[in-house]
């Protein structure tokens, strides 16, 4: 779940041509700069990732809030009323949890998009690998940080109100510290009532690598990469998911997608279009995955992302298009500002509503599991602009200066 408008790239280290070339390449690599600035502005992908954070929440919501819609159906699901027809038509919320390989391929866009927009302008571009860590750093710790601390503390009075969610996990320090290091999935469980938080190590695991998957890009080009990547997704799948264990290299490939996609929009023709049939291929694809889902989620996930994926590769088309975007897209962008607040803060919110309303007892009306993202979208908004915007602010200090030609 990064920030799209945070280009990722660190500072070259090009090699030193002279005279008129260095001027050149100065300039060159200073307009992939002010391009990279502007990199991941598009509508779509912050649409795509307010879509993603609402449908996380709200398949969450349904969770905490309601009996769910087998146990509704046979007990008032043959009434009707709009109480029964808003119930039925949150069916789909079902695959809520497409939401995450979203927030993964667009990702792998966001990251990789400014760093290939540089190699493109310059082939003897270096990836600082150093800055990259210090600015994902500054980027998501202090955000997780607060995060985690507002979930012990929901969570703890959520635990003065018995019975207790089944929810709410272990919120002592060593738990705290797991998550902290982004080590869930890997040497502990996530943390309290906050179980979306196993999708952070992944992405924390994502930026430790993305050095090597650049210099291997490098070296054998995206292509290669992906297919690489798409190897070792499987074998990684086989042998650490049977044990339970969560780790990048099962869930790498959905990123890589999403990196993909940025390395082949830089290098297309500016106004290159990709065919409507990418749009059916996405559709089949989700289709896919939702029947998938129900045999197990691993597979899903891949499928999702392959659809989710041809969606961004055609919807970017839309940069060269009409400048105004669609009023729904414009609508979903806004809550994509702050969906990483969201996604981070909502699932303790929704239990402790739960514990404080109900007493965690799962309710037969659809209503109020509306209230409860009535409640935590403001609060993610509030987050974000406390907590999440000026991170945002940190991370871009450390971003390097752009390099001025020479006069």
Same mark, same amino acid.
């Given at each position: ?8 790239? &660190? ?6 041509? !002279? ?5 050149? !390449? ?8 002010? %391009?990279?600035?502007?990199? *991941? ?7 795509? %990732? &307010? ?16 009996? #769910? ?11 009707? +009323? =709009? ?6 038509l949150t069916f789909p919320i079902a695959w809520g949890s497409a939401g995450v390989p979203i927030f993964f391929v667009i990702s792998g866009y966001c990251i990789h998009r400014g760093g290939a927009l540089r190699l493109a302008a310059n082939p003897a571009y270096r990836l600082d690998a150093a800055n990259f860590w210090v600015r994902r750093f500054a980027r998501i710790y202090p955000v997780l940080l607060a995060a985690l601390v507002l979930t012990f503390a929901l969570d703890w009075f959520s635990l003065q109100l018995p019975p207790v969610s089944h929810k709410i996990r272990e919120i002592g320090l060593q738990a705290f510290l797991v998550n902290l290091f982004s080590l869930q999935g890997v040497a502990g469980k996530t943390y309290g009532s906050n179980g979306a938080l /196993? @999708? ?15 210099? =291997?890009?490098? %070296?054998? *080009?995206? @292509?290669?990469? =992906? $297919? ?7 074998? !990684?799948?086989?042998? =650490? ?10 869930? /790498?490939? +959905?990123? @890589?997608?999403?990196? /993909? ?13 990709? +065919? ?12 896919? *995955? ?8 691993? #597979? ?18 839309? %940069?060269? &298009?009409?400048?105004? $975007? ?9 809550? &994509? ?16 509503? +739960? ?9 037969? !009306? ?9 409640? $935590? ?16 602010? /940190? ?13």
């Open positions: 779940m990064s920030d799209s408008a945070l280009d990722a790239a &660190g500072s070259s280290l090009p090699l030193s041509p !002279s005279g008129p070339a260095r001027a050149a !390449s100065a300039a060159s690599r200073a307009s992939a700069d002010a %391009r990279a600035d502007s990199a *991941g502005k598009e509508h779509v992908i912050d649409a795509m %990732r &307010g879509f993603a954070a609402l449908l996380v929440a709200y398949f969450h919501c349904r969770q905490v809030a309601w009996v #769910g819609m087998q146990a509704f159906h046979q007990s008032v699901g043959h009434s009707f +009323s =709009l109480s029964t027809i808003a119930a039925y /196993w @999708t952070l190590s992944l992405e924390v695991q994502f930026y430790a690598i993305y050095p090597l998957l650049f210099a =291997l890009r490098r %070296r054998i *080009g995206m @292509t290669s990469v =992906l $297919a690489l990547v798409a190897v070792v997704n499987v074998v !990684s799948a086989y042998v =650490l998911e049977r044990h339970d264990l969560q780790f990048f290299t099962s869930y /790498w490939f +959905s990123w @890589t997608l999403g990196a /993909w996609i940025a390395d082949a929009k830089v290098r297309s023709a500016p106004q290159a279009r990709s +065919s409507a049939w990418l749009y059916a291929l996405a559709a089949g694809f989700i289709a896919l *995955g939702c029947v998938a889902f129900h045999f197990g989620q691993y #597979g899903a996930f891949q499928l999702w992302a392959l659809g989710f994926a041809f969606y961004l590769y055609k919807a970017l088309d839309r %940069r060269n &298009g009409p400048p105004r $975007a669609s009023f729904g897209t414009r609508l979903l962008s806004r809550f &994509g500002d702050f969906s990483f607040s969201l996604y981070l803060i909502h699932l303790p919110i929704f239990v402790l509503l +739960s514990s404080l309303l109900f007493r965690s007892a799962l309710q037969m !009306s659809i209503w109020p599991s509306f209230g409860y993202m009535l409640v $935590a979208v403001p609060a993610a908004y509030v987050f974000y602009r406390l907590v999440e915007l000026p991170a945002m602010k /940190w991370s871009a200090s450390f971003k390097p200066a752009a390099v001025k030609p020479q006069q």
